[in-house]
């Protein structure tokens, strides 16, 4: 059956451009699904009339597929809140409002043949994007028992990797919390165990900082005390330089947390004959360019330049590095310049000014988070190896290598 007789309806975001506001609704495109998830980070917001009028035609309801048209086609994202809170615009949507139905219609749209379809009508189209009529044409096949036993066991390991990923934001805001009451409140345990600021601790004003730090404690400039680097992009006319075992990370692939893996990969030669950066596991990225997050490498790898790089040193670790760059993301956001490309340079994070605690305070501090960030990247690399599973699964599951009893 086609998608139009296996769905309610299929439809498409809006087509009008709506204006950005400071205080509204939330607008999503084709551009926000990516991994199988939305990531609004970059969407914009829109007044609640305009956010009426899009879903007057375009309301996505609970158990509805969000279909990326447009740049890159394909990406899906099943909806399973009851509540939505945002508006759409360049995306399709097939809108099954049934779990079961939702979550077959889910897998199959990644499978090899819709992509094989996507590929073929793509081919030689400068600006890739499917209609709409292509969606509602599409060939679905019948939800049968076969199909909720595949929806199960594929389900079963999303529903996994789902888990790790709340445990996850679970422990690092437990982290976070940790990081801010000992080194923003000043409340790390004193020698009797009490917490230092709220029981008198002496506390001495600095005039870098602009507020009173712990009796003790020296401020400097990131650059100072770590070894930071900035990336760069070996030549792409240069074979010699690509297809490697090194790892090379963009803006866009640091922005995760973790970081595990990246899509393209250099040589020995390309980092020796570029500008480029090696930077071992622990180390701590920030993204320079547009959006700016931090983050921590779980691997080795080399980064753009687009990318600052931070390493860990005997005495500030990334237990330490990656929370304090978290705090100084809005003081960063106010120093980026460039109109097309908002950005800061390499200069901006070595001048950035950090408290040094004592050394047995971050020991203290290290005992107890460290094991925090640890589990945080064995969840995730087990979420990895799930997620590769299940990809390898699917289409031998849709199309009947593998056969669920």
């Known amino acids: 059956m086609i998608a139009t007789d296996y769905c309610k309806k299929v439809f498409d975001g809006t087509h009008d451009s709506p204006k950005p506001v400071e205080n509204g609704r939330l607008l999503i495109t084709s551009k926000h699904i990516a991994n199988r998830s939305l990531d609004i980070s970059s969407a914009y917001l829109i007044s609640e009339e305009d956010f009426e009028n899009v879903n007057k035609r375009s309301q996505v309801h609970q158990w509805d597929i969000l279909f990326s048209m447009i740049g890159t086609v394909g990406n899906v994202y099943i909806e399973t809140s009851e509540k939505i809170d945002y508006a759409i615009k360049n995306m399709g949507v097939f ?5 079961e139905k939702a979550y077959w219609l889910y897998y199959y749209l990644q499978s090899p043949l819709i992509q094989a379809k996507i590929d073929a009508l793509m081919a030689g189209a400068v600006q890739k ?5 292509f969606l509602r044409d599409l060939d679905i096949p019948e939800y049968t028992e ?11 390991l999303d529903d996994k990797i789902a888990l790790n990923k709340k445990m ?22 004193d020698k009797n165990g009490h917490p230092y600021k709220t029981t008198g601790g002496p506390m001495t004003y600095n005039p870098t900082l602009k507020r009173e730090i712990p009796a003790g404690w020296e401020v400097n400039v990131v650059g100072d ?4 680097v900035l990336g760069g992009t070996p030549s792409t006319e240069n074979e010699s330089y690509w297809n490697g075992n090194i790892p090379w990370l963009n803006s866009g692939e640091v922005a995760e947390f973790p970081i595990l893996n990246a899509e393209k990969r250099i040589t020995e030669d390309a980092v020796k004959n570029s500008a480029t950066a090696y930077l071992p596991a622990g180390s701590v990225t920030l993204s320079i360019t547009r959006h700016l997050r931090p983050s921590i490498m779980a691997i080795d790898a080399c980064i753009n330049q687009s990318v600052a790089g931070i390493k860990e040193n005997d005495i500030l670790k990334n237990g330490y590095l990656y929370p304090y760059l978290v705090n100084e993301i809005p003081r960063l956001n106010t120093l980026r310049g460039g109109a097309q490309q908002p950005h800061i340079n390499k200069d901006t994070v070595d001048k950035s000014p950090i408290a040094l605690p004592t050394q047995n305070v971050l ?14 990247i064995e969840k995730a690399k087990e979420s990895q190896k799930l997620t590769t599973l299940r990809d390898k699964l699917l289409p031998l599951l ?8």
Request: net charge positive; charged share 20%.
């Open 146 to 156: 076969k199909s909720k036993k595949v929806v199960q066991v594929l389900s079963a």
């Open 398 to 405: 849709m199309n009947g290598q593998v056969v669920v009893r």
């Open 168 to 189: 996850n934001q679970k422990l690092e805001a437990m982290a976070k919390r940790l990081y801010d009451y000992w080194f923003v409140q000043y409340d790390f345990p």
């Open 363 to 376: 020991h203290q501090y290290y005992e107890k988070v460290n094991p925090l960030y640890n589990e945080i």
């Open 95 to 99: 809108s099954c409002q049934n779990k």
């Open 129 to 133: 994007f499917v209609p709409l009529g």
């Open 225 to 228: 005390v770590c070894e930071t």
